[in-house]
């Protein structure tokens, strides 16, 4: 018996999903020959792809599952332009020079995804309402206030703090002790915006082959042979792009480039979508309908439909991974604390999927063995992958603009990991309890 908090029809797949025709793709044959393998038909691969169609290569995706069936299609749809790393952590690692470079990558990438999206005419309710970072603990007002100054001051970023007293012109909460704004961010529909790419894809004539997964990649020759669920495909490059299902103990399958899973780490994200609200809450939950998240250590992000009728609410819930009968009314508990007047609304949808994150919080890209690869976005991967995706694909072509701010940066991973989190759970309960007694 479902939670009484679920709605009576509710579905445990995104919301993103509801009214999205499946693509008619069929299971099409892969032939035996390619320019170009890529593997992953999420944002980075179809990105990549398009950008190799677009220059007159062959290119054929793989994916396991459905086209995008990765984080692609199950985001919360929200574009930032900025990194996990705070940027005086990031100057203190690699020097203020490689700092602000990757720092203005990083809202290159934003741009460019909306340049993408209007190119393209992808119909996928792209809009720019900018974000407000709630602090979860006073210390974390004067920290963000601080930080907004030197991002201001070094990397030209548009954004103003709210102090506690004026919060309410942000968001209808007495949760946060004020906040800060940053201009520009983004938000969209994941699913279209997939589907936008897929679409513009195939008709540059990118071949898109779904429910075959790869099982190997071997070099042959100047290429590569990569072996898929029905046969083998002759490759001149191959472009890795699994991202957060790069991990074959988590999601059975051979691991296509065992390194890099020794490198990303698999994280579940978990969102909810509420029932439609009665009229008029929605103008009082976030009246300037940016997209929002705040200071804490286990990360919430939230927004409104594009339609303003419900909340959609993602984070992490658990210590390990469950499933979304569980998360989703653990997630309504922490959105009706912020909320309190949602402590009623029902759940339509509840979903999951996995982010990949890495040691050092930061995307890579690159070439291991002769296959490239980009991943490890950290959960901010919509305008990244795309990004990333579309610069790998530049690299494969050797033009100079492939270069990127994190070319050569060492790829960490950790002694005694293989691909499984062990250490996650311990980890988000450190996180949470840091969370707990900041208040
Ligand atoms: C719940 C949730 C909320 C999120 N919210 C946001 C957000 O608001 N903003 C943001 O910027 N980011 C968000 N993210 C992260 C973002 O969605 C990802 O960073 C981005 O979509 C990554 O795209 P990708 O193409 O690299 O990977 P994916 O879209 O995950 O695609 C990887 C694909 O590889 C396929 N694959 C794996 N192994 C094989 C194999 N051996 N053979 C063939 N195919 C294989 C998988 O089936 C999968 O389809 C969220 C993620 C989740 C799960």
């Given at each position: 018996m479902a939670h009484p908090l679920f709605a009576a029809h509710h579905k445990l797949e995104p919301f993103w999903l509801?009214?999205?025709?499946?693509?008619?793709?069929?299971?099409?044959d892969p032939p035996g020959s390619a320019d170009v393998a890529v593997v992953g038909s999420g944002y980075t691969g179809l990105a990549a792809a398009l950008t190799l169609a677009r220059e007159g290569r062959g290119v054929v995706v793989f994916d396991a599952e459905a086209a995008g069936y990765g984080c692609s299609s199950r985001n919360g749809g929200q574009c930032g332009g900025g990194l996990k790393p705070g940027f005086d952590r990031l100057s203190a690692r690699y020097g203020k020079v490689r700092a602000l470079a990757m720092y203005r990558e990083a809202r290159a990438s934003l741009e460019y995804l909306a340049e993408l999206v209007e190119r393209e005419a992808i119909a996928c309710h792209f809009s720019r309402p900018g974000r407000f970072i709630g602090a979860h603990r006073p210390g974390h007002y004067e920290t963000l206030a601080r930080d907004f100054e030197t991002l201001r001051r070094e990397v030209g970023l548009e954004c103003h703090a709210v102090p506690r007293a004026e919060q309410h012109g942000e968001i209808g909460s007495d949760i946060y002790y004020g906040g800060g704004v940053i201009a520009g961010h983004a938000a969209l529909h994941p699913a279209l915006y997939h589907r936008g790419l897929l679409e513009r894809a195939l008709d540059a004539g990118v071949v898109v082959v779904p429910h075959t997964p790869v099982t190997r990649i071997e070099r042959a020759g100047a290429g590569f042979a990569v072996t898929h669920g029905r046969g083998t495909l002759a490759a001149g490059n191959v472009i890795v792009?699994?991202?957060?299902?790069?991990?074959?103990?988590?999601?059975?399958?051979?691991?296509?480039?065992?390194?890099?899973?020794?490198?990303?780490?698999?994280?579940?994200?978990?969102?909810?979508?509420?029932?439609?609200?009665?009229?008029?809450?929605?103008?009082?939950?976030?009246?300037?309908?940016?997209?929002?998240?705040?200071?804490?250590?286990?990360?919430?992000?939230?927004?409104?439909?594009?339609?303003?009728?419900?909340?959609?609410?993602?984070?992490?819930?658990?210590?390990?991974?469950?499933?979304?009968?569980?998360?989703?009314?653990?997630?309504?508990?922490?959105?009706?604390?912020?909320?309190?007047?949602?402590?009623?609304?029902?759940?339509?949808?509840?979903?999951m999927g996995f982010v990949a994150y890495t040691f050092d919080h930061l995307p890579h890209l690159g070439v291991h063995d002769g296959l490239h690869f980009a991943m490890g976005y950290c959960g901010t991967g919509v305008a990244m992958a795309s990004w990333l995706g579309h610069k790998v694909a530049l690299k494969v072509l050797g033009a100079p603009e492939g270069a990127t701010a994190f070319d050569d940066l060492a790829f960490p991973t950790r002694p005694f990991y293989r691909g499984t989190p062990w250490f996650l759970a311990g980890a988000v309960l450190y996180y949470r309890l840091r969370d707990q007694l900041a208040r």
């Amino acid at each position: 018996m479902a939670h009484p908090l679920f709605a009576a029809h509710h579905k445990l797949e995104p919301f993103w999903l509801d009214d999205m025709p499946a693509p008619t793709l069929g299971t099409p044959d892969p032939p035996g020959s390619a320019d170009v393998a890529v593997v992953g038909s999420g944002y980075t691969g179809l990105a990549a792809a398009l950008t190799l169609a677009r220059e007159g290569r062959g290119v054929v995706v793989f994916d396991a599952e459905a086209a995008g069936y990765g984080c692609s299609s199950r985001n919360g749809g929200q574009c930032g332009g900025g990194l996990k790393p705070g940027f005086d952590r990031l100057s203190a690692r690699y020097g203020k020079v490689r700092a602000l470079a990757m720092y203005r990558e990083a809202r290159a990438s934003l741009e460019y995804l909306a340049e993408l999206v209007e190119r393209e005419a992808i119909a996928c309710h792209f809009s720019r309402p900018g974000r407000f970072i709630g602090a979860h603990r006073p210390g974390h007002y004067e920290t963000l206030a601080r930080d907004f100054e030197t991002l201001r001051r070094e990397v030209g970023l548009e954004c103003h703090a709210v102090p506690r007293a004026e919060q309410h012109g942000e968001i209808g909460s007495d949760i946060y002790y004020g906040g800060g704004v940053i201009a520009g961010h983004a938000a969209l529909h994941p699913a279209l915006y997939h589907r936008g790419l897929l679409e513009r894809a195939l008709d540059a004539g990118v071949v898109v082959v779904p429910h075959t997964p790869v099982t190997r990649i071997e070099r042959a020759g100047a290429g590569f042979a990569v072996t898929h669920g029905r046969g083998t495909l002759a490759a001149g490059n191959v472009i890795v792009a699994t991202n957060g299902y790069t991990n074959a103990h988590a999601h059975g399958r051979g691991p296509v480039l065992p390194a890099l899973r020794r490198r990303v780490i698999p994280i579940g994200s978990y969102m909810i979508a509420t029932e439609p609200l009665a009229p008029g809450v929605m103008e009082r939950l976030i009246p300037n309908d940016r997209v929002l998240s705040d200071t804490r250590q286990v990360v919430l992000y939230y927004r409104s439909s594009p339609d303003r009728r419900r909340l959609l609410f993602g984070g992490r819930v658990a210590l390990a991974e469950t499933d979304p009968g569980t998360s989703g009314p653990k997630l309504h508990g922490i959105m009706s604390a912020i909320f309190p007047e949602l402590g009623a609304a029902r759940i339509s949808h509840s979903w999951m999927g996995f982010v990949a994150y890495t040691f050092d919080h930061l995307p890579h890209l690159g070439v291991h063995d002769g296959l490239h690869f980009a991943m490890g976005y950290c959960g901010t991967g919509v305008a990244m992958a795309s990004w990333l995706g579309h610069k790998v694909a530049l690299k494969v072509l050797g033009a100079p603009e492939g270069a990127t701010a994190f070319d050569d940066l060492a790829f960490p991973t950790r002694p005694f990991y293989r691909g499984t989190p062990w250490f996650l759970a311990g980890a988000v309960l450190y996180y949470r309890l840091r969370d707990q007694l900041a208040r």
